[in-house]
């Protein structure tokens, strides 16, 4: 696993800190890491003062008190632009590389500026090419489907190319109607004067590198498909590229571990490997909905893995549910997956259960599975008891609305 990670400073009751490394493709996780936190904008300082009582409190009951984590608060969003005028800081991102994972809370988008979205800022900027979005049903939450229990699915959604690479140009501007000459003058396209203009890149490189992680995941968790989702139909060469190089991957990499979809069917020697296997995006959505047994892990595009981590989350209850981690290389960000609700901030109100289970995500990558179980065992023993914050008191009869923290310490009070 290589050598020990270098100490150095920082201390939680006694404990020195030490840096996490990534080594031959394995976290080099000591027993007091320093991971760096974003408390987040609007209602995230109320979200993280309780989930990061949750993980030190999960993190000391399952280790007998031997291992801790030692937060470092870096900063992003409107508390760095106030202080520095820099809504991302570079010494921010400096400490994300030096110490390798971070967690965050919801951050708020920029009105001007450079920096259409610190969150696909901080994607691109650090190479976090991977969104892997678990979704699945906590029992007793309201759900707006008759068998939410039946979606248990994590989507890899590529996180750099695709629309969101940020290419585009205002309709009538310089720019757009330079490239409208271009491609109507060089290659006859049909484009109407004066469109706005995007530009989808999409490469081998970046889709197989995606699809490599999911298959991953889905071999070390034992899953049984990789669903690869496009529109490659209409979109032959970007989204049907995704397609193709999917499935190439699959068999250059992982041919003793895995089928395609088709040759599963036909050969019985197959049985039990992992199967690959590739739907139409607006085809997906309904699947998700009618048959969501029949998938466990998906691997989709920027754009399509957006629309379809939003929907399949609301299929059990929301986003207040959703967890998510940017994973790169040797990097890792998790997040909330909600928005700043600034109307809320300050009031101890809101549900903190994104940002808790994005640190479960982020115990499960370090490791540190014991302290992921029991996190979640502490969520559902807390909705169990329907001690819930208002977004979930509202929707069940007979709940005991509680505060954010009140909600942490419910979750603590369940631990196992």
Known sequence: MGAMPTQVEGRRGGAVGAKIDFRDGHW??????????????????????AASKVFDAAVTKMSGAKRSIVWREVLAGEKAF??????LPEDTLDSIREHRVAIKGPLTTPVGGGIRSLNVALRQILDLYACI?????????????KEPRKLDVVIFRENIEDVYAGIEY???????????????????AKIRPG??????????????????????????????????????????????????????????????????????????????????KDR???????????????????????LNGDYLSDAAAAQVGGLGLAPGGNVG???????????????????????????????????EELGWDDVARAIVRGLEGAIAEQRVTYD??????????????????AIIEHLS
Do not use: C
């Not at 995006?281 to 969501?292: E, G, N, S």
């Open 28 to 49: 080099i996780v000591p027993d007091h890491p320093i991971i760096p936190f974003i408390e987040g904008d609007g209602t995230g300082p109320d979200i993280w003062r």
């Open 82 to 87: 106030n202080e520095s005028g820099n809504w």
């Open 133 to 145: 979005r678990p979704v699945r049903y906590f029992a007793g939450v309201p759900a707006p489907v």
């Open 170 to 188: 205002k309709a009538g501007s310089a720019e757009a109607d330079a490239v409208i000459e271009f491609l109507s003058g060089r290659f006859s």
């Open 195 to 276: 469109s706005a203009i995007g530009i989808k890149p999409m490469s081998k490189f970046g889709s197989q590198r995606l699809v490599v992680k999911a298959i991953q995941y889905a071999l070390k968790r034992h899953k049984p498909s990789v669903t690869l989702v496009h529109k490659g139909n209409i979109m032959k060469f970007t989204e049907g590229g995704f397609r193709d190089w999917g499935y190439e991957v699959a068999k250059e990499r992982f041919s003793e571990q895995t089928v395609t979809e088709a040759e599963g069917a036909k050969r019985k020697a197959d049985v039990g490997k992992l199967v690959i």
């Open 280 to 302: 139409i995006a607006d085809a997906m959505f309904q699947q998700l909905v009618l048959r969501p047994d029949e998938y466990s892990v998906i691997a989709a595009p920027n």
């Open 329 to 363: 290389d040797g990097y890792a960000v998790y997040e909330a997956t909600h928005g700043t609700a600034p109307k809320y901030a300050g009031q101890d109100k809101v549900n903190p259960s994104s940002v808790i289970l994005s640190g479960v995500m982020m115990f």
């Open 392 to 409: 979930l008191a509202r929707q069940l009869p007979g709940a005991i609305e509680v505060s954010t923290s009140a909600f942490g310490d």
